[in-house]
T-cell receptor, first 114, second 112 residues
Framework: DAGVTQSPTHLIKTRGQQVTLRCSPKSGHDTVSWYQQALGQGPQFIFQYYEEEERQRGNFPDRFSGHQFPNYSSELNVNALLLGDSALYLC?????????????FGEGSRLTVL | DQQVKQNSPSLSVQEGRISILNCDYTNSMFDYFLWYKKYPAEGPTFLISISSIKDKNEDGRFTVFLNKSAKHLSLHIVPSQPGDSAVYFCAARTEYGNKLVFGAGTILRVKS
């Protein structure tokens, strides 16, 4: 049973560029959430997708956008990259009918902006 | 606005002894609390959770205690093992959706 998979694992971009990160949820899960973890901090909620729609959004600018596909996989797009966007981006999946709040995380995509 | 705080950046414990990790929160609307463990180069993995209607939940060596009046929860690991060395995140959820609010984490080192 494959868990949450993310790609790429590492990438380097320069300021002003755009980046796309990808996530496949755990088998049987239909909800995908994205988190940003800066160095020395806990993960911060970016947004959540369910039924191909953004359902909740954290305190992130519109430069951060996403998409969910019919197979439940998801993409996170960040435009006009800033140095402060350097972080570990974590994808988490869950099955919406579960109310425990337990999320299953991928290993993350480490983004470095130069 | 840090709604979930872990005030101890690190904790060092001898193998076999008890590890106590603490977490404070400010939002009284949180209805579920979770602890996640993270090893380097891996994503966080779920460890244990507790509903706001309970004050204790136990799973093997791990016990979480919730004090709602003090808005405080703690994770007890007994006995601590070297493999428990990791970063531990406290997280909380409101009843609306599965958005989690995380603390900054505590690095636990268990010395053998």
């Amino acid at each position: 049973d494959a868990g949450v998979t993310q790609s790429p694992t590492h990438l380097i971009k320069t300021r002003g560029q755009q980046v796309t990160l990808r996530c496949s949820p755990k088998s049987g899960h239909d909800t995908v959430s994205w988190y940003q973890q800066a160095l020395g901090q806990g993960p911060q909620f970016i947004f959540q997708y369910y039924e191909e729609e953004e359902r909740q959004r954290g305190n992130f600018p519109d430069r951060f956008s996403g998409h969910q596909f019919p197979n439940y996989s998801s993409e996170l797009n960040v435009n006009a990259l800033l140095l402060g966007d350097s972080a570990l981006y974590l994808c988490a999946s869950s099955f919406t009918v579960l109310s425990t709040g337990e999320l299953f995380f991928g290993e993350g995509s480490r983004l470095t902006v130069l | 606005d840090q709604q979930v705080k872990q005030n101890s950046p690190s904790l060092s414990v001898q193998e076999g002894r008890i590890s106590i990790l603490n977490c404070d929160y400010t939002n009284s609307m949180f209805d579920y609390f979770l602890w996640y463990k993270k090893y380097p180069a891996e994503g966080p993995t779920f460890l244990i959770s507790i509903s706001s209607i309970k004050d204790k939940n136990e799973d093997g060596r791990f016990t979480v205690f919730l004090n709602k009046s003090a808005k405080h929860l703690s994770l007890h690991i007994v006995p601590s093992q070297p493999g428990d060395s990791a970063v531990y995140f406290c997280a909380a959820r409101t009843e609306y959706g599965n958005k989690l609010v995380f603390g900054a984490g505590t690095i636990l080192r268990v010395k053998s």
